[in-house]
């Protein structure tokens, strides 16, 4: 998988939602905290409002795009430009496609000489936080209360999916829009499981039943990444989630005193942990990476993998043909779950922002309102096989198992979705975690063990001056 995807098998695989952010250090913008949106900062062009035109985008003045050049390409975004300046036929857009975005933005940032938009993706993306606080972002709620490109009674925040508007917050306003929408879960291939008859469960107990099933057929019920014990928290903490509710996942992000050791995240820890201790891993997991692993699960050594909804498209040329993967909701601990089972976690990436102090910030606002047009999206899930942002985009669409299942699973949440923030906030705390799970998934710690050391690491970072706090 890209960079491009979210958050994964090394320093960059987390990079877009649940990562410590990298890219443009607070030093870089010392002392230029109040050149972005201060009242020394010269007036943006601008031209008329009208209801064709909502966002006063002067017709003629050019738009510079930076696009991260990762796993999605760029020709979607080249498509969003086509309709651009189909609506504003005198203005020239200048695209540029890069790699290394914190890189090659971090001196134009500084000198306040940034593009129009930029899609602030991949391992090198500049730092949303010190963004923020050097004053360098333009506030988004004004392209969100906008009329949508395709109905002008609904607004650009309406038409996205839950969680999106969210997840580009900061300190209470908007500075980010994310494209893509991942979704996790277990995958698993719909013709083998048809072959043996066997029903993907909905509740633990019927998963760890199946898996006796699944052995006794001479194949490995589970693999995971094991270098990357991330990928095994997704369905711990979606268990816990469903458990516990949604103040179990606020009191976890809000780093409360106990959170990590309430009854359901022990339950999910010792859910978790019965894979190994009934032997229902892949001998070797535990040393596998994520191209690994999941080449191990598409040779039909293993049958279920934990992973988000980008799978499918990392997979190809490595899938077998007639495999037809899909992905299931994690199941649910038991009866007394505050949310459904079809509850899943979903979080949007693909990140893109407006900068305070561009030439053209209402020509960036609207590229935006463009690429979150219906049309747009749509054609960024024919050419990526990946769910985007955009409520509906895919309906009527012809498209594959994987993706298919996945906008399935988000119809059928609704908005019983999942999201868990503490990774993106404290770095040093999603890393004791996945270590924690990591020796957990090995029997090396006991889920009692699993708890204790996550929340001295929560109390640590609780307790850290140093460290600015937020709250959900």
């Known amino acids: 998988m890209s960079s491009s995807t979210p958050f994964r098998h090394?320093?960059?695989?987390?990079?877009?939602?649940?990562?410590?952010?990298?890219?443009?250090?607070?030093?870089?913008?010392?002392?230029?905290?109040?050149?972005?949106?201060?009242?020394?900062?010269?007036?943006?062009?601008?031209?008329?409002?009208?209801?064709?035109?909502p966002l006063g985008v002067p017709a003629s003045t050019p738009l510079e795009v930076v696009i991260f050049d990762g796993?999605?390409?760029?020709?979607?975004?080249?498509?969003?430009?086509?309709?651009?300046?189909?609506?504003?036929?005198?203005?020239?857009?200048?695209?540029?496609?890069?790699?290394?975005?914190?890189?090659?933005?971090?001196?134009?940032?500084?000198?306040?000489?940034?593009?129009?938009?930029?899609d602030n993706t991949g391992a090198g993306r500049l730092d949303l936080a010190t963004l923020v606080t050097a004053g360098k972002l333009t506030d988004l709620t004004e392209l969100l209360d906008a009329p949508s490109l395709d109905d002008p009674g609904t607004r650009v925040r309406d038409t996205l999916l839950p969680g999106v508007v969210a997840d580009g917050t900061l300190d209470g306003k908007v500075y980010t829009l994310n494209f893509t929408y991942t979704v996790w879960g277990l995958w698993y291939s719909r013709p083998l499981f048809d072959r043996h008859g066997w029903s993907y469960p909905t509740t633990w107990a019927a998963m760890l039943e199946l898996c006796g099933e699944i052995k006794k057929a001479g194949i490995a019920p589970w693999t995971y990444q094991g270098k990357?014990?991330?990928?095994?928290?997704?369905?711990?903490?979606?268990?816990?989630?469903?458990?516990?509710?949604?103040?179990?996942?606020?009191?976890?992000?809000?780093?409360?005193?106990?959170?990590?050791?309430?009854?359901?995240?022990l339950d999910a820890a010792t859910a978790i942990s019965e894979l190994a201790g009934r032997g229902y891993l892949l001998s070797g997991s535990e040393a596998l990476s994520h191209t690994e692993s999941q080449a191990a699960w598409s040779q039909g050594k293993a049958a279920i993998i934990p992973c988000g909804s980008w799978l499918e498209a990392e997979q190809k040329g490595v899938t077998p043909a007639g495999f037809d993967m899909v992905m299931g909701a994690v199941p649910s601990l038991g009866p007394a779950d505050k949310l459904p089972y079809g509850a899943v976690q979903a979080a949007s990436s693909e990140s893109?922002?407006?900068?305070?102090?561009?030439?053209?910030?209402?020509?960036?606002?609207?590229?935006?309102?463009v690429l979150f047009s219906a049309a747009s999206a749509r054609r960024f899930a024919e050419l990526n096989s990946t769910l985007p942002s955009v409520a509906g985009a895919t309906e009527g669409l012809t498209v594959s198992s994987g993706l298919g299942s996945v906008r399935a699973a988000v119809q059928a949440a609704g908005t019983n979705t999942i999201s868990y923030r503490f990774r993106t906030w404290y770095a040093p705390l999603a890393k004791a975690v996945d270590d924690a799970t990591g020796e957990l998934a090995t029997r090396r710690i006991t889920p009692t063990q699993w708890a204790d050391r996550i929340q001295k690491a929560a109390d640590a970072v609780a307790a850290d001056s140093s460290v600015t706090k937020y709250t959900r």
């Open 352 to 369: 893109f922002l407006v900068p305070a102090r561009a030439k053209n910030p209402r020509g960036g606002l609207e590229f935006l309102r």
């Open 71 to 118: 796993g999605y390409g760029d020709e979607y975004a080249t498509n969003a430009e086509s309709l651009y300046k189909g609506r504003f036929p005198g203005a020239t857009v200048d695209h540029k496609a890069i790699q290394k975005v914190g890189e090659a933005l971090q001196p134009r940032f500084v000198a306040d000489t940034p593009p129009d938009v930029v």
């Open 10 to 53: 090394h320093p960059s695989r987390r990079t877009l939602l649940r990562a410590a952010a990298v890219g443009l250090t607070a030093p870089a913008l010392a002392g230029c905290v109040t050149s972005g949106g201060g009242k020394d900062e010269p007036a943006a062009a601008k031209g008329e409002t009208s209801a064709e035109n």
């Open 228 to 265: 990357y014990p991330e990928y095994l928290n997704d369905p711990l903490l979606a268990m816990a989630a469903k458990a516990g509710g949604p103040d179990l996942v606020k009191s976890v992000d809000n780093l409360q005193p106990g959170a990590w050791k309430q009854q359901p995240l």
